[in-house]
């Protein structure tokens, strides 16, 4: 599966931003699908991850309560809503899917597929 992020820029502290991610060349519902970040310096962490067929997502604390994930079999896209944005947030922001079973703490180490990243900047 090839992954496309999108939607990223610059935004000031408190801001929203919502990312999209399209795929394509294979069934995009067969897979569990996640966002990761990485800032200058730091290892890549994870953010959130949805299963393939919406009904279940998780979260990071660090963005639980601010950030939504969700997605559109129809369209082959997932999204990530970024809302109440804090420097901390900065960071190169990566889709990324998985074809095994729903474990969502597994994610913490990655997943099988990734896409290019897109640039998130918050800043005043």
């Known amino acids: 599966v090839q992954l496309q992020a999108s939607g990223g820029g610059s935004v000031q502290p408190g801001g929203s931003l919502r990312l999209s991610c399209a795929a394509s060349g294979r069934t995009f519902s067969n897979y569990n699908m996640g966002w990761f970040r990485q800032a200058p310096g730091e290892e890549r962490e994870f953010v959130a991850a949805?299963?393939?067929?919406?009904?279940?997502?998780y979260y990071a604390d660090s963005v639980k309560g601010r950030f939504t994930i969700s997605r559109d079999n129809a369209k082959n896209t997932v999204y990530l809503q970024m809302n109440i944005l804090k420097p901390e947030d900065t960071a190169v922001y990566y889709c990324?899917?998985?074809?095994?079973?729903?474990?969502?703490?597994?994610?913490?180490?990655?997943?099988?597929?990734w896409g290019k990243g897109t640039q998130v900047t918050v800043s005043s």
């Open positions: 990324a899917a998985d074809r095994s079973s729903w474990n969502p703490t597994r994610y913490y180490n990655g997943m099988n597929y």
């Open positions: 949805i299963s393939w067929s919406g009904g279940s997502t």
